[in-house]
């Protein structure tokens, strides 16, 4: 069984837009895999149907074996306890530590304080900022700061991390580190990995799998691909 199977997807929204059509996607655990098109093809949309921030209006989405197209929603926090998600703004709590900001979530699922600092300072370590536990957030850098997003998001050891234009915010160089780490991520602890992203030279850099969107329907899916969207679209 694959570790996300989408079949026959559809989403339409209330005011009529299809962003998603006949989708279907197969994807192993383990796998890192790209997802381009240009702005407003279905990317998003696709990414927040395997966390349950949008329901298929047709069709399943399977994530870890759990149906989510199906899910109700007193159950998504459990699906979501399963998952990594990093987004493109920060989203950092500005009067926390860096060390508070990645635990906040495991103190809200009432860990043992001993566990959560060893889950912490084992997800910071892995994202090279072990040495910031007491800065805030105002005192990193952006690079810094998504390592903290990403140590965040790894730090209750997901299957699947979800990277939705992680490097939208920054410039070439930390974008290319920022990359480097979740490639670690992957690779080292076997996360699967699904980025969205606008960024050729990264894609075409990693080698990784390529899904292309272009007005919600899937137009090419190459292991080894290269960026191919059209973003005059």
């Known amino acids: 069984m694959k570790f996300i199977d989408i079949k ?6 209330k005011n009529g837009v299809t962003a998603l059509a006949d989708l279907n996607i197969a994807i192993d655990k383990g796998e890192f895999v790209f997802i381009t098109g240009a702005s407003g093809c279905g990317k998003s949309t696709l990414v ?19 149906n ?28 926390l530590t860096v060390y508070e900001n990645v635990a906040f979530g495991l103190d809200n699922i009432g860990l043992k304080s001993s566990l959560i600092r060893s889950k912490v300072l084992k997800a910071l370590q892995i ?14 850098s ?6 903290v997003c990403i140590a965040r998001a790894i730090v209750n050891e ?10 939208g915010n920054l410039d070439p160089k930390t974008s290319k580190e920022i990359v480097k780490v979740i490639k670690n991520i992957n690779e080292d602890l076997g996360t699967t990995v699904i980025m969205v992203t606008h960024d050729k030279e990264i894609v075409n850099s990693l080698k990784k799998r390529v ?5 919600g329907i899937l137009t090419s899916d190459t292991k080894k691909g290269s960026y191919t969207a059209d973003e005059s679209n």
Not at 48 to 66: D, H, S
Not at 70 to 86: A, E, F, M, P, Q
């Open 142 to 147: 952006g690079g810094e700061q998504q390592r």
């Open 68 to 95: 989510v197209s199906k899910l109700y929603n007193s159950r998504v926090y459990k699906l979501r306890r399963k998952l990594g998600i990093v987004f493109q703004d920060f989203k950092l709590l500005p009067k």
């Open 48 to 66: 927040k149907l395997l966390y349950r921030e949008e329901k298929p209006t047709k069709g399943q989405v399977m994530v870890g074996g759990i």
């Open 127 to 140: 994202v090279g900022l072990k040495d910031k536990t007491k800065s805030f957030p105002n005192e990193l």
């Open 211 to 215: 899904i292309t969107l272009e007005n």
């Open 8 to 13: 026959n997807c559809y989403k339409v929204y």
């Open 158 to 167: 997901p299957k699947l991390l979800i990277c939705d234009e992680p490097t």
